[in-house]
Each structure stands twice: as C-alpha cells, then as structure tokens.
C-alpha cells in the first residue's frame, strides 16, 4: 500500500481601476465670551418698581452735595478771580534749546583782510541777509578797501562760505540799511563819508544813487542811515548822520544817478535843550558828534540822536530854528531839530532803537556796557539793565515779542531780555566767541521772528534760530508793557 500526498498551489491574480484618494483638512474656531451680572431677583424687582426720581437720587447723595454746596461755591469763585494761570499756554514744541545756530555765513576774502562786520539787515521779504564789513577798530580806514555781501537764505544749495553777491567798495562800509518795499534795494553809509544806494538786481553795476563829495555831502564817517517814508505815498528818502553832528535827508535823481539833499539838520552845544548843557560845554565840542540814530514808528516827526558825548536826545523834522553854525556851502538851511534832552550817558551812545509796540518807549546802549529803556516822556530811565562789562554795541526790540530785546556786547555775549519775567537777568545768552570775536551788531527778521543775524569782528555772520518761548507773544504782555510805560523814573 502506498500513500502519496499531494499540494496544490493555485495562484489567482486580478487587476482593478486605479484608485482616487483625496485628503481635506479643516480648521475652525469659534469663540464666544459673554457674562452678565444681576441682583438678586429681589432686589431688582425693588429697583424696577420705584418711581424714576428715587432711581436717580442714590441714597446719601443729597446731603452730600448740600454738605459741600458752600465750599465749592466759595472756591469756584476764589478760581474766577484768580490770575495765577493767565500767562499759562500750552506749549507741544521742543524746548531743549533757547537759540541754536543755524548757518555761519563767510566771506573768505574779507576774513583775509581781517574785515569785521559792521552791520547786518534783513530785506524786507525776510529770505536775504545783507552784511557790510568794514573796521571796528584802529587803522586807515578810508583807504582800505571793503564790501557788502548777500545771502538768500532760501536758496537752494546756500554755500555758508560763498555769498550770492559781492559789492566791492572802495572804502569801509560803516552802515547798512535795506529798503522796508523793495527787496532789491540796499542803502549804505561810509567811512568817507558818502551815502550810497545799491541795487542787488543790477548785478554789473550795482550802484543805483550816491552822494559823491560834494558841499552838501558829510565830511566824516556815516554812522546810521535809514529809510524815511516821505509826503507821496511809497516814495522815501535816505536819512543819514555822521560824527560831525550833521543829520541829512537825501532823495534820490535816477535820472542823474546821485542824491539830492532835502533837508538838513545840525546839533551844536549852543542849541541842545539846556539841562545837560553844562556838563556838555565842559567838554570843550563845538558839535554834537552823531553815533547812532533811531526813527519812530509811530510819529512820524520824531527822531532820536545818541552822541560821542553820551548825549541822547528827542528830535523833529519839522523844527524851523536855524542852526547856530555857518551854512559851509549847502543848498539847504541848516535846522536845529533837538527838542528834548535824556539824561546823559558816560559815554558814547553806540544804539537807539524804538519799541514797535508802545509809541513812547525806547532802548539805548554804550560804553557804559547797560541797556536803558527810556520814556519819550521822561528824562531818566525807566530801567537799567546790566548787559557786560564793556561797550554795548547794539541793541534792538523783538519785532514778535513786546517785552524781548537783544543787546550785542563787545565782550563776545549776545544777551537776550524778556522784561515779563521776574529776574532781569537774560532769559537766553549767545556766548559763541570771545574778547577777540566782539558781537559788532545784530538784526531780528521781522518777517521770520524765529531768525536772528549776528556779526562778528572775526568776519562771520552767524543766523540762529529763537525758540516759541521767545518769539511767541503772551496773552497779558502788551498791558504789562504799558504798565511798564507808565512807571514814573526813580
């Protein structure tokens, strides 16, 4: 018998479709948050079920209010009467900086020659600064040759140490002074004694009108010329005044390229008001050396004279007493203008200048290193300020600020005054320089109150920019300053 064992392997094979798969994710999120805070149901049902005036009158509250009725009231009306906060603006400007330079203008070739600036002027649009240079001290002045340079501070691409024009002059150019209409229009005094009108848009030959030396012209140097309006609306004339005591008004010939003297005036000891003239006669001057000059803005009759002799004096156009001197030749009479004398100085009177806010006040400055401000109704000062322990040079009021004005030291300081502070000592102080850099003048620009321009004798011309405090007017400063006006002198 035989067993036999047998395997089979069957092997069955299919193929199918092929088979789509997909995969999909979703994420969501949902989030919700509420509360809600009750009273118990009594409660509420109590609240909801008093009258509307009781809902309102929590209880306590008021005899609350009529236990403190008579105290708010009382202090409410203390509050009202209170001044503690009049002055009080609110102020979101930066404050880190009182004054912070913006641009040193030079002139190189007048910083060779070792030229100083002798005085700076805004043009009357504010964008142009005009600088004479000259010398402020010893040595042949009327030989040496000088200039007057323009910046537009505007300008794109301003080079601090490349003017937009240069007017070469062929001696020291002792004053300054741009037209208050047309910004092309410069008037300047010199050392010779000349008065000269430049117009900066005739860039070849800039000289619009100048005196020349002739009978009618001054004979020493041109300390202040101004602009004066005259009788025909927009048209004025060229006030100038020299350290020979003679004050001329010159208009202009176009036609013929040269001034014409309108009036004259001359100061002699002899018919300046009599309460300084002792003390001025012992001085041993036949004339009244003229050092610096003022207009008013608000009369338009009224001048004011500061002298080598500190003699500081009220003067009129329109006076018709003959000077005391021979004619030496003018076309014109000499007139004699002082009608008022100020206390004198103790020396020369290097700057006046008139507050463009009250019609009576005004500031002098000189060798006596003070600023006084002066009532055109009193003799002596109201307030002396100590400003350095030299000589003054200029000094002048804020076109913005009624109570604010600056003096320009020879010491090198630039001193800034705000009179409505309770310290008199200056609220702001430019100390860049030194004794061999003297501050030789300065200019507010009256259409950019924040600008200020200073001139140095190291021949720079420095624009710093004042900070809100400065330049921005209080609301109780103008009565301040008329109660100021009003004080009798000491």
């Known amino acids: 018998t035989h067993r036999c064992n047998l395997q089979f392997t069957i092997i069955i094979g299919c193929q199918t479709r092929a088979v789509h798969s997909a995969e999909a994710e979703v994420q969501t999120l949902s989030t919700a948050v509420s509360w809600t805070q009750t009273q118990p149901h009594d409660e509420a049902q109590e609240l909801l079920l008093q009258p509307a005036a009781d809902r309102l009158d929590p209880p306590g509250l008021k005899a609350f209010l009529q236990r403190v009725e008579d105290t708010v009231i009382r202090e409410l009306d203390r509050n009202g009467r209170s001044h503690a906060f009049d002055e009080f603006q609110v102020n979101w400007e930066d404050q880190s900086q009182p004054v912070s330079c913006l641009h040193c203008l030079q ?18 649009t504010g964008s142009v600064i005009a600088c004479a ?22 300008r794109r691409g301003l080079n601090p140490k490349q003017a937009d024009l240069v007017i070469d002059v062929a001696t020291a150019v002792t004053a300054l002074c741009c037209h208050p209409q047309q910004p092309a229009l410069i008037a300047g005094g010199l050392y010779s004694g000349e008065v000269v009108v430049w117009d900066t848009s005739r860039t070849q030959d800039p000289v619009l009108v100048q005196t020349g030396m002739s009978a009618d012209s001054h004979r020493e140097p041109v300390y202040q010329v101004a602009w004066v309006p005259l009788q025909k609306a927009g048209e004025f004339g060229v006030l100038s005044a020299c350290s ?35 003390s001025f006669k012992a001085r041993g001057s036949s004339t009244v050396g003229v050092t610096s000059l003022a207009l008013s803005p608000w009369d338009p009759d009224t001048f004011l004279v500061g002298s080598e002799g500190g003699l500081l004096l009220r003067c009129s156009f329109s006076s018709q007493t003959p000077a005391a001197v021979p004619s030496e030749g003018h076309n014109v009479t000499l007139r004699a203008p002082a009608v008022f004398v100020f206390r004198p100085r103790s020396g020369p009177v290097h700057s006046i200048h008139c507050s463009p806010f009250h019609r009576n006040l005004f500031v002098s400055a000189g060798t006596d290193g003070r600023a006084h401000l002066h009532s055109l109704l009193q003799a002596d000062p109201l307030l002396s300020l100590r400003v350095s322990d030299s000589s003054v040079f200029q000094v002048q009021w804020s076109p913005s600020r009624p109570l ?58 420095c624009i710093w920019q004042l900070s809100h405090d400065l330049t921005e007017q209080s609301p109780r400063e103008i009565s301040q300053l008329e109660q100021i006006a009003n004080q009798v002198a000491a």
């Open 404 to 461: 604010v004005f600056a003096a320009a030291a020879a010491q090198g300081t630039v001193h800034i005054f705000d009179l409505g502070r309770r310290s008199l000592r200056p609220a702001a102080t430019i100390e860049q320089g030194g004794a061999d850099q003297a501050a030789t003048c300065l200019a507010f620009n009256s259409q950019n109150s924040h600008l200020l321009a200073l001139g140095r004798t190291n021949g720079t011309v």
């Open 133 to 154: 240079f000259g010398r402020t001290d010893d040595g042949d002045w009327i030989t040496e040759p000088s200039c007057v340079c323009t910046w537009n501070l505007d």
């Open 107 to 124: 002139h190189p070739s007048a910083q060779e020659r070792g030229l100083h600036v002798t005085s700076v002027s805004w043009s009357c």
């Open 244 to 278: 020979g005591g003679r004050v001329l008004l010159w208009t202009g010939d176009l036609n013929e390229g040269r001034f014409v003297l309108n009036a004259a005036y001359a100061l002699v000891p002899q018919q300046v008001p009599h309460s300084s003239y002792v």
